[in-house]
Structures are given as structure tokens and as C-alpha cells.
């Protein structure tokens, strides 16, 4: 059973900042893909940012080159550093993974394969005003 608890989320005036963690325990390990999400109301939930166990970081269009996806293996903690953010960036943050370890090299259109991600956080919420 894998655990995953996000944190750092709240409110934040645009153009700042804000860095969400994600705090892993359980049967996970350094091989999983690791993943953001963010569902903001009314609309589908869509992937942010990923990760993979080589370091190969993958972002969705709205979000590339203002946010940065970090993974600690030791600690087993993920991060979504968020710099400048918008008021489109209002959402609840989902942390996520893929227990599968997929490559993102190999399989890059795993940015839009939510259903690959086997274990998800409860989520934690941004406002950007």
C-alpha cells in the first residue's frame, strides 16, 4: 500500500510563488513515476508535471518554464515549485504514481495517460488571486 500527502498548497497573489510537497510512505520506492495534477472546478483533471526514476521531467504546455518538478528518493518526497504563478493555476493539486516505473523517455504521451498513475493524494488546494 503506498501513501501519498500533499502539502504546501494555499493562497497566493499572482506572480509569486508557492512549492507543494508531497510526502511519500508505503510499499514506493525510487523506481515509481512520480506525477502533479490539478483539477480546478468545472473542468477535468489534467496533468501538470512528472517525474521518472532517471530524472526526465515532463510539463504540460500552460505550465513549462514556470514550474519545476523535484523528487528527493531519500526522503521520498516529491515537489512543484510554482514561479510566477497565474490566476489559471487555481486548482486542487493532486500528487501521483505510477508504481509501473514508466520511462518517460520511452513513453512520453504518459503527460496524458492519467490512468496510469496507480495511487493518488488527497489533493491540496492553490488560489491564485
Known amino acids: 500500500h503506498v501513501q501519498l500527502v500533499e502539502s504546501g498548497g494555499g493562497s497566493v497573489q499572482a506572480g509569486g510563488s508557492l512549492r507543494l510537497s508531497c510526502a511519500a510512505s508505503?510499499?514506493?520506492?525510487?523506481?515509481?513515476?512520480m506525477g502533479w495534477f490539478r483539477q480546478a472546478p468545472g473542468k477535468e483533471r489534467e496533468a501538470v508535471a512528472l517525474i521518472d526514476r532517471f530524472g526526465t521531467a515532463s510539463y504540460a504546455a500552460g505550465v513549462a518554464g514556470r514550474f519545476s518538478i523535484s523528487r528527493d528518493n531519500a526522503e521520498n518526497i516529491l515537489y512543484l515549485q510554482m514561479n510566477p504563478v497565474k490566476p489559471e493555476d487555481t486548482a486542487m493539486y493532486y500528487c501521483?504514481?505510477?508504481?509501473?516505473?514508466?520511462?518517460?523517455?520511452?513513453?512520453?504521451?504518459?503527460?496524458?495517460?492519467?490512468?496510469?498513475?496507480?495511487?493518488w493524494g488527497r489533493g491540496t488546494q492553490v488560489t491564485v488571486s
Open positions: 508505503g510499499d514506493i520506492d525510487s523506481t515509481y513515476c
Open positions: 501521483a504514481a505510477d508504481s509501473r516505473g514508466t520511462s518517460i523517455k520511452l513513453l512520453p504521451s504518459i503527460l496524458f495517460r492519467e490512468f496510469e498513475f496507480n495511487f
